[in-house]
């Protein structure tokens, strides 16, 4: 398997990276990782999930397991078991004018005319920013879809 990484220009760190993956998943079997069965692979995805590994750890692990079996064992039908976790994306926080305004409201700042002037800027936000299907009428009297 080094050998294999080696020919294909793998730096330092990823070799270790993918030799302590497959280290790992060897001493979950007790035995080679090359009489592996698709049933074992299963199972050693499912122990890292049990274990809490995060998807990173988890994804790394499976591309690691993937060179092992695709290029060093020449198994590429093993490749068709292991699944790759999804990070969860979370929203962004979007606050609307009225929450800016309170907040604005609330933060003491430099003086009134710099919080004015920042509510100005908030007003005029959202009255450039067009329904959904509609087109922005600017000042100028040009139409776009919410362009400037």
């Known amino acids: 398997m080094i050998e294999d990484m080696r020919i294909r220009g793998m730096g330092d760190r990823a070799q270790e990276a993918h030799i302590r993956a497959i280290k790992d998943f ?29 998807p990173w750890m988890f994804n790394s692990r499976i591309v690691a397991l993937g060179f092992f079996f695709g290029v060093t064992c020449g198994r590429e039908e093993m490749k068709r078991h292991m699944q790759f976790q999804r990070k969860p994306r979370n929203l962004p926080v979007v606050l609307s004018v009225e929450e800016i305004a309170a907040l604005m409201a609330a933060v003491p700042g430099p003086g009134l005319r710099c919080r004015s002037w920042c509510a100005e800027c ?23 879809a919410g362009q400037n």
Request: proline share 8%.
């Open 122 to 144: 908030v007003r005029c936000a959202s009255k450039c920013i067009p329904e959904p299907g509609k087109a922005a009428v600017h000042q100028d009297n040009t139409a776009g």
């Open 26 to 54: 060897a001493g979950f079997l007790r035995r080679s990782p090359a009489l592996a069965t698709p049933d074992d692979l299963r199972a050693y995805q499912l122990h890292m999930t049990n274990a809490g590994a995060s």
